[in-house]
């Protein structure tokens, strides 16, 4: 819908109050007023414990049942209102909470130039949320973060962090899934209908986060601390590209143009390995590793899903973190590794024997079946490991690779270690 600039003296106004958080001792005198005086009012959502204050109202619930994205649900409401403002000269707009507490159509309606927005200061769940918890916003540095955007908006976030719009138990699983590293126990606070009759503060863990209660529009999540940040391995793959750019002498030279024939090699890498792959007749897994790049090809019976991922070194001198996937395979099938090193200019030293071994670890050891340690003369290694007969059985499988190799200065030992989280079907 097009806008018309106008001055603000000859705009049609929209008086914007909030309901506050839930409990109607919550709402100001002032807000009470407004609704007093208002002759047409509307209403985001009579989903609110404190709706039923703002009588005759035309709410916009029909809108989260017939459009398909939050986003045009919010503009939809911004346009209805624009124009019930033009048609009368002045409207109410009342919402859950305070309206400048993320309100979308609030932003929606102060970004318009053929309105003019009156906003009024009313009470937040923060408010409620602050005495609970018995913090300083401020003095403890918290941040607030919206749930549906967790993953990117607290990227590189250790905490504190309190999470608003986690309405319902598929937000809470989301967020949980955001932070890859997560343990499990880290304790977090599930803030719920906070300044109602049914108020609950639930302590809980990271890995019950999205089991504990039945999350709805009253639901917050509090999370002191995270020992690793959200998007961890996002941050520090950022840090290193800084830190390259600016102290390396080879990154500082490179231009867009310069990186064009590497940027070929590394296609080429990626096609060869994908090619290199075959999938299972059996519905098992095979996984390549390139060094640089690791592709992961699932295939069971029903559907195939492919999984490229950058940015994971495949063998260092030491040992490398085991990094896990977790995998749902048939029971009795098989589960076929493909690990390889990139030399960077050494040899393979065969020397004292086999320079290539192979160990693969299950716990429970009866996860797999059959033999767990093999020999190779030459890269790359391909292993197969039979999986246990027992639909529902799960666990960890780790497979370690192992290079005796050697330049012209100096002979080492480098190590590569994968992990899979299996359940079996």
């Not at 705009?11 to 002759?39: F, N, Q, S």
């Not at 750019?245 to 590497?262: A, G, N």
């Not at 992961?296 to 085991?322: E, F, H, K, Y």
């Amino acid at each position: 819908m097009s806008e018309v600039e106008r001055n603000p003296a000859e705009r049609p106004r929209i008086v914007v109050i909030g309901l506050g958080p839930g409990g109607r001792d919550h709402v100001t005198i002032e807000t009470l007023e407004e609704i007093e005086r208002a002759t047409h009012r509307y209403l985001r959502t009579s989903i609110h414990p404190s709706a039923d204050m703002v009588p005759d109202a035309i709410t916009f619930d029909h809108l989260y049942d017939t459009v398909d994205t939050f986003d045009e649900v919010y503009r939809q409401i911004a346009d209805t209102l624009a124009a019930a403002a033009a048609e009368h000269g002045e409207i109410l707009y009342a919402v859950p909470g305070s309206p400048l507490v993320l309100e979308r159509t609030v932003r929606h309606l102060q970004a318009r130039n053929d309105v003019e927005c009156d906003i009024r200061p009313a009470m937040s769940f923060l408010d409620v949320a602050w005495a609970r918890l018995g913090i300083d916003p401020v003095e403890s540095g918290v941040r607030l973060v919206d749930g549906h955007e967790f993953a990117t908006a607290a990227a590189g976030e250790h905490g504190p962090l309190l999470v608003a719009h986690t309405h319902a138990n598929w937000v809470l699983s989301d967020i949980k899934l955001a932070l890859e590293e997560a343990t499990g126990d880290e304790q977090v606070t599930i803030l719920h209908a906070l300044g109602t009759p049914d108020e609950r503060i639930v302590e809980t863990t990271w890995a019950d986060l999205d089991r504990t209660i039945d999350a709805d529009h009253l639901t917050s999540l509090w999370i002191p601390h995270l020992a690793a940040p959200v998007g961890a391995a996002y941050v520090r793959f950022h840090q290193l590209t800084r830190t390259l750019r600016e102290q390396c002498p080879w990154d500082i030279e490179q231009t867009h143009q310069s990186l064009i024939p590497h940027l070929l090699e590394e296609t080429y890498e990626v096609v060869d390995a994908i090619h290199a792959i075959d999938a299972l007749a059996d519905g098992g897994l095979v996984v390549a590793d390139t060094g640089n790049h690791r592709i992961v090809i699932v295939d069971p019976v029903a559907a195939t899903a492919t999984r490229l991922d950058v940015g994971r070194p495949g063998s260092v001198d030491v040992a490398a973190p085991v990094v896990a996937d977790t995998l749902v395979l048939p029971a009795g099938g098989r589960l076929e590794v493909v690990l390889d090193l990139p030399l960077q200019g050494d040899a393979l030293d065969a020397g004292a024997g086999a320079p290539v071994r192979v160990r693969a670890e299950a716990d429970p050891p009866e996860l797999l079946l059959g033999g767990q340690e093999w020999t190779a003369v030459s890269l790359p290694v391909t292993v197969s490991l039979a999986l246990a007969h027992e639909p529902g059985a799960s666990g960890r499988v780790t497979v370690e690779l192992l290079a005796a190799t050697c330049d012209h200065a100096a002979c080492r030992l480098r190590r590569t270690q994968r992990a899979y989280d299996l359940i079996l079907t």
